[in-house]
Structure formats: C-alpha cells, structure tokens
C-alpha cells in the first residue's frame, strides 16, 4: 500500500491559502480567538515565572525586534514567542480545541504575532497564518487522536510546534521544501508531558512551542534542511508519539472546513477539564439556590479522563486549584464565580472551600464524554438535587459569545492598560483586517 504524503500535502495547504480564500465566519472567529489570546497574555504577563523568563532574555540581550504584551519592551523575535506564548497559558484560561485535545491559539498566535510585527506584515496576513496553523496543528492532532494525549504528551505543546511552524512559514512566503522542512524542523523538536501539569512547565511548554515554531520557518528559509516526512513517516512524529496512529485523518476533508470554527473558549479561568463540573454546580445553584453550609454531600461523575487531568484534591495553591474538581466545584457552589480572581491562595485555603472540597465525591464514568458531567448535590435536610452537563452542547448565540468574551477580555486587560487603552486595542483588533501595519496595534500592548 502506497504511503500517503501528509508532510507534503500538508505544506501545500500552508504554502497556498490566503486571506482572500477564507469565508466571513472564519474572519471574524479568528479576531475573536486574537482578542481572546491577548485578554488572556494580558492577563498573565505579571506572572513570577513570566517574570523569570523576561530576567533570562535581559541577561542574554539581542535586536529590539517584537513586542512584549503588556511590558513597554521590544526583545528578539523568538524571545517574544517564548515568552507571550508562557505567559498566555499561565492563566490556563486561554481556548480549547475538542480534536486537538489543548489550546490551539497559545502556540500558535505568539509566533504569528512576533514575525508580523518584525515584517511589517498586515492584519489580513496575520489572520491568514493564524487560521493556517490551527488547522495544522488540530489536522496532525487528528493523525494521533486521541491516544497521543492519552499515553502522557501535553498536545498544545507537541502538536502545537506544527501549528507555529505553519504559521511563520505562510507569512514568510515559503514554498516546496522550505515549507516542508519547516514542519520537519518542528516535528523532531516537539516535546511536552503531562507529568508537568499544575507547575510553570504546563504554560512553558505553549511558549516553547511558539519559539521553536518560529525558530524552524527562520532556519527552513535559510535551507536548513529536516525530514520529508515527519508526520507520516516510520519513525516519525504519528508513529513514535501515539500507540495508535492514523497519518491519513490528518488530509480527511482538507480545504472543505477550518478548525478554528470549533474553537471553544473558556469562560472559567481552570483546566478545561473542570468546566463540566462547574457548569453542573452553577446550573443547581441557579435553580434551586441551595445554601453552601447546609450541603452533606456533592456526587461528581465524571470521565476517567477528566479525573485524570484535573483530579488533583489537596490544593494549596491557585494554580493546582484549577486542576482540582473538588475545589472548582467548591468555589462554583460558594460564589459563583471562575474568574481569575477567584483562584488566588488565600481563598482555595479559606474555611468555607476547604469545608465543602471534604464534602465533595469524584466518581468515574467510563462511558461518559470528558465534557459531561453529572452531579448530585444531597442537603442536610435530604433533598437532592441534580444536574446533567455537556458543556459542548451549551449553546450561545453570536452575540451572547461576543459579549462574554468582551467581558471576559476588560476584566484581564484594563488593570494594566486602565479602560481607554483597552478599549482602542479590542477596536484595533476586531477590525484587523484594515491594519497595513500591526506594529500600529502592537504599540497598543505596550502600558504607557
């Protein structure tokens, strides 16, 4: 049986598509996820381990050549992939991708973002690279669905290489082997494990992927050379990295659909993972209003996947609190509220949180999707009360999208660039296609 070449098909979908091809719909759900990504980095651009990588980039100098959000500083381009793409996830609050099984834009718009900036490339180019690497970041994550993420690698990591490799190989322009090396050089470098979830690795790993992204289309331009097949291959990337692997699903439908219409964005600033539960607690709360203090017992089913990934129960810190069912279904029960705010370490070790994360029971599911979750909450006075959620099947209208996310985007932007500035950079980015030079809405990232 003759070997299908996805390296190759692949790097002609990427050397092929522009602006011009995408359809409205796609348009606009790619300034929504770029408005999202930067809500999000925004957000997390003071954090400490942020902080750590900005130290090691002044300590190892190099060219003023891109953005660092939220910073009044200019660092060499992949400097700026690394440490946007970190500080992107370190909220874990950015999208989510059901086939990719991670988050799509974190590897992929840092290193977009940089190389446009230095290029002085347009919005228009900068959406079309963007849509570009989420397909093929998801179409790879397709190749090794879902085994790859199931045997241990962070995929927003792994197959996120791909995808920032895409990326800055469309916006450079590169063809025939350029194009293909440029994924090669990005597949040997993918690395990322799930061991590391709940410590600064998790949001490095989306950073990395930026760099090396970026890094690889710079060397393929170059003629710095790599396999033909690294996705397919032997011992390439679907072989060596899923138990069991599909090379071909990763061409099935090419150029009929794009992912980055599947895209589903966090609403809840926790792993992904948690959002079914927490839907589940606030739909029992908003119904039935149930006091916190007289609740005997919570009952959370759930699949063994999302047990797996978020089933952390002794939290002492934030960040291992948005890895935890128990604590983010306490926190939903308490107040109501996942947004950032809430994840700090004074209130995930408070009296009333660690009273209810007693009170809470994780049980597995086998046959259940990891979006469901069903839970029963049973009060003192033995009435029960139940919820069943699928969170994919939560519908919301454009508009009510929209909205949320704008929400969501001023709550992270405006502490650092006060409500005027975050006003003129949601505009700048919801009309981005107008844009003949993004460093006119980089210099909108920059506090003043």
Not at 72 to 77: C, E, K, N, S, T
Not at 189 to 218: E, I, N, W, Y
Not at 397 to 411: F, G, N, P, S, V
Request: charged share 20%.
């Amino acid at each position: 049986m003759e070997q299908v070449e996805v390296t190759r098909e692949l790097s002609r979908y990427v050397e092929q598509l522009r602006y011009e091809a995408l359809p409205h719909e796609v348009v606009e759900q790619a300034k929504l996820c770029f408005l999202d990504w930067l809500g999000v980095t925004l957000g997390g651009s003071g954090h400490p381990l942020v902080e750590m990588l900005i130290r090691l980039a002044e300590d190892q100098g190099g060219n003023r050549q891109a953005t660092l959000i939220g910073r009044d500083m200019l660092v060499p381009m992949l400097q700026a992939a690394l440490i946007n793409g970190t500080a992107s996830h370190a909220l874990d609050y950015d999208d989510v991708h059901t086939v990719m099984i991670g988050h799509p834009s974190v590897p992929v718009l840092p290193a977009a973002l940089a190389l446009t900036e230095h290029s002085n490339a347009t919005g228009r180019e900068l959406i079309a690279a963007y849509v570009v690497g989420v397909e093929v970041e998801c179409r790879v994550g397709a190749s090794v669905f879902p085994h790859h993420y199931l045997k241990g690698w962070h995929s927003t990591a792994t197959l996120g290489h791909f995808g920032a490799a895409a990326a800055c190989a469309n916006l450079l322009g590169l063809t025939g082997d350029q194009t293909i090396h440029t994924l090669g050089i990005a597949g040997t470098q993918a690395g990322g494990l799930r061991q590391v979830f709940g410590t600064m690795c998790k949001p490095f790993h989306a950073g990395k992927a930026a760099m090396d992204g970026l890094m690889s289309a710079l060397l393929a331009e170059g003629g710095f050379t790599s396999s033909r097949e690294i996705i397919e291959g032997p011992r390439g990337f679907a072989e060596v990295l899923s138990p069991s692997s599909n090379p071909a699903a990763a061409l099935e439908g090419l150029g009929e659909s794009f992912a980055v219409n599947d895209i589903v964005f966090k609403y809840h600033a926790s792993c992904f993972e948690t959002h079914p539960a927490i839907e589940a607690i606030l739909s029992i709360r908003e119904v039935e209003k149930p006091e916190p203090e007289q609740v005997e017992e919570i009952l959370l089913r759930l699949s063994p996947l999302a047990i797996e990934v978020a089933g952390k129960t002794r939290v002492t810190t934030g960040l291992e609190a948005k890895f935890s069912q128990t604590c983010c279904a306490s926190l939903a029960l308490a107040g109501g509220d996942l947004s950032q705010a809430a994840f700090n370490d004074a209130a995930v070790n408070s009296p009333n949180i660690t009273d209810l994360m007693g009170k809470v029971v994780v049980e597995t599911a086998p046959d259940f999707s990891p979006t469901r979750c069903q839970a029963r909450m049973r009060m003192k006075d033995g009435s029960t009360y139940t919820s069943d959620v699928d969170v994919l099947t939560i519908s919301k209208t454009a508009a009510e999208k929209r909205e949320l996310l704008m929400d969501k985007y001023m709550d992270l932007a405006c502490p650092l660039l006060g409500r005027a500035a975050a006003d003129r950079l949601a505009e700048a980015v919801l009309h981005i296609e107008r844009s003949e030079d993004i460093g006119e809405v980089c210099s909108l990232l920059r506090p003043h």
